[in-house]
């Protein structure tokens, strides 16, 4: 073991009694009363870990030698997991349920620093994660992959630019793992996008940025994007349905994510018949066809959607559904002109809505407002927001939707203070778990 210095260094290697886990894959550890956050390492075990960052008034280091071990450690099931390795995975050394137990740990920790919420709120949430059908490996339908300056196809290491060299990745599904990637050579510098929908459509992209300007300007770039192999547009299957987009174009990585998302919002929103919904951030429509099916031929569904080929995709997807609105452009400008509405759906970016959307989204008087997020400190701070408001977070589900990563989506209910809880009569129905009727993905 380094013998770390006074102050310690990039290289040192400390001992630590590890801690709570904490946001971003990682536990909290303390050396010398300085904060560690540790990556590799699972809360209660002790360890030897490399320091790899000095930030102010903390330090980042992976856990390279387990003294003492958490009942909950296995073997990664991926050798290109590990301090030094592919960043894509966080918890890979703990088994499945460890992983969900410890991201209910930390959304309820940030829905108290970050959304302002007491602890007795959050412990009436009774917040849980729940597995989705399929097992932790195998369930991505979409990846990500930069090439290295010698063209060959990787995955980022944590926090860094360097590129680990991999040859297949197991949290992809097996169609994803078959197309014609990682045993070939590609443009340096490049990016590409790996798909096999749900319906069985390839697609490879590539990506590269060009430059944009010219004499000062040079500097700017835009990126272009050509289809190396497959089909330009696929098709993925969720509630009954097919669903038409771009094989760009954002959808659930997780198999099984979309059924489940759409069945929870539907059961929290508890639509009537008659009623007017917005489906904010859209996407490819399938919010949109599930609350128009919801409201019937009496109630109206307005998508607003600002990426232009998703916006089109929702076109074509609810051609059949007259009463299905969709409306190209930012949430912020066109909510406004919207009106008043019963329901509103939102799935936004890993930024969450931010003040302005939700203050328009509480303008419109709407009596419910399901939230569906791929991050939960974005959810925290939009709660926190919602909650200055005078509305409060009734119900909220959490799913592992990304397993064997940090990431967790949540589906959360949002309601006027000391309005009835939608849909209910029984205030002490559960607010967690996977729906009954639930068959069995990151923005």
Same mark, same amino acid.
């Given at each position: 073991?380094?013998?770390?210095?006074?102050?310690?260094?990039?290289?040192?290697?400390?001992?630590?009694?590890?801690?709570?886990?904490?946001?971003?894959?990682?536990?909290?550890?303390?050396?010398?009363?300085?904060?560690?956050?540790?990556?590799?390492?699972?809360?209660?075990?002790?360890?030897?870990?490399?320091?790899?960052?000095?930030?102010?008034?903390?330090?980042?280091?992976?856990? =390279?030698?387990?003294?003492?071990?958490?009942?909950?450690?296995?073997?990664?099931?991926?050798?290109?997991?590990?301090?030094?390795?592919?960043?894509?995975?966080?918890?890979?050394?703990?088994?499945?349920?460890?992983?969900?137990?410890?991201?209910?740990?930390?959304?309820?920790?940030?829905?108290?620093?970050? @959304?302002?919420?007491?602890?007795?709120?959050?412990?009436?949430?009774?917040?849980?994660? %729940?597995?989705?059908?399929?097992?932790?490996?195998?369930?991505?339908?979409?990846?990500?992959?930069?090439?290295?300056?010698?063209?060959?196809?990787?995955?980022?290491?944590?926090?860094?630019?360097?590129?680990?060299?991999?040859?297949?990745?197991?949290?992809?599904?097996? %169609?994803?793992?078959?197309?014609?990637?990682?045993?070939?050579?590609?443009?340096? @510098?490049?990016?590409?996008?790996?798909?096999?929908?749900?319906?069985?459509?390839?697609?490879?992209?590539?990506?590269?940025?060009?430059?944009?300007?010219?004499?000062?300007?040079?500097?700017?770039?835009?990126?272009?994007?050509?289809?190396?192999?497959?089909?330009?547009?696929?098709?993925?299957?969720?509630?009954?349905?097919?669903?038409?987009?771009?094989?760009? %174009?954002?959808?659930?990585?997780?198999?099984?994510?979309?059924?489940?998302?759409?069945?929870?919002?539907?059961?929290?929103?508890?639509?009537?018949?008659?009623?007017?919904?917005?489906?904010?951030?859209?996407?490819?429509?399938?919010?949109?066809?599930?609350?128009?099916?919801?409201?019937?031929? @009496?109630?109206?569904?307005?998508? =607003?959607?600002?990426?232009?080929?998703?916006?089109?995709?929702?076109?074509?997807? =609810?051609?059949?559904?007259?009463?299905?609105?969709?409306?190209?452009?930012?949430?912020?400008?066109?909510?406004?002109?919207?009106?008043?509405?019963?329901?509103?759906?939102?799935?936004?970016?890993?930024?969450?809505?931010?003040?302005?959307?939700?203050?328009?989204?509480?303008?419109?008087?709407?009596?419910?407002?399901?939230?569906?997020?791929?991050?939960?400190?974005?959810?925290?701070?939009?709660?926190?927001?919602?909650?200055?408001?005078?509305?409060?977070?009734?119900?909220?589900?959490?799913?592992?939707?990304?397993?064997?990563?940090?990431?967790?989506?949540?589906?959360?209910?949002?309601?006027?203070?000391?309005?009835?809880?939608? @849909?209910?009569?029984?205030?002490?129905?559960?607010?967690?778990?996977?729906?009954?009727?639930?068959?069995?993905?990151?923005?």
């Amino acid at each position: 073991m380094t013998a770390p210095s006074a102050d310690p260094a990039v290289g040192d290697t400390l001992r630590l009694t590890v801690g709570k886990v904490a946001a971003g894959g990682h536990c909290v550890a303390r050396y010398e009363g300085q904060v560690v956050f540790v990556r590799h390492a699972l809360p209660g075990e002790v360890v030897d870990a490399t320091v790899t960052e000095v930030k102010r008034g903390f330090l980042r280091a992976d856990a =390279v030698v387990v003294h003492t071990a958490s009942a909950d450690r296995v073997p990664p099931p991926c050798r290109y997991a590990g301090p030094g390795r592919c960043g894509g995975c966080d918890w890979q050394h703990a088994t499945p349920a460890a992983q969900r137990r410890l991201k209910a740990d930390v959304l309820a920790e940030l829905l108290v620093r970050l @959304g302002k919420l007491t602890p007795e709120q959050v412990d009436a949430l009774q917040v849980t994660v %729940a597995e989705l059908p399929g097992g932790p490996l195998d369930w991505r339908t979409r990846v990500r992959y930069a090439v290295d300056r010698a063209g060959r196809a990787g995955l980022r290491a944590h926090r860094s630019h360097r590129i680990v060299e991999i040859d297949a990745c197991p949290i992809a599904t097996p %169609a994803v793992r078959e197309l014609p990637v990682t045993d070939r050579g590609w443009r340096p @510098g490049s990016e590409l996008s790996v798909v096999s929908s749900t319906a069985g459509d390839p697609a490879v992209l590539e990506h590269r940025e060009v430059p944009a300007g010219r004499g000062r300007d040079r500097r700017r770039t835009r990126t272009v994007t050509r289809l190396v192999y497959g089909e330009e547009t696929v098709v993925e299957r969720a509630i009954g349905t097919e669903f038409e987009l771009p094989a760009e %174009a954002f959808w659930q990585v997780h198999p099984a994510a979309a059924d489940t998302f759409a069945a929870t919002a539907l059961e929290l929103l508890a639509p009537r018949a008659g009623e007017r919904a917005y489906d904010l951030y859209g996407g490819a429509g399938l919010f949109a066809v599930a609350l128009a099916r919801a409201v019937g031929d @009496g109630g109206t569904v307005t998508l =607003v959607e600002s990426h232009p080929g998703a916006a089109d995709a929702a076109r074509h997807n =609810v051609r059949e559904l007259p009463r299905v609105e969709v409306v190209a452009g930012r949430v912020e400008r066109v909510l406004p002109a919207l009106g008043p509405a019963d329901l509103v759906l939102l799935d936004p970016p890993r930024a969450g809505a931010g003040r302005t959307v939700v203050e328009q989204i509480v303008a419109a008087t709407p009596r419910a407002v399901c939230y569906v997020a791929c991050d939960p400190a974005a959810l925290a701070r939009d709660t926190a927001t919602f909650t200055e408001l005078g509305w409060r977070l009734s119900r909220l589900r959490g799913f592992d939707a990304f397993p064997m990563t940090q990431h967790v989506e949540c589906v959360a209910l949002f309601e006027p203070a000391g309005a009835s809880p939608a @849909g209910r009569t029984d205030p002490a129905l559960p607010s967690t778990g996977r729906p009954e009727d639930v068959p069995g993905e990151e923005r």
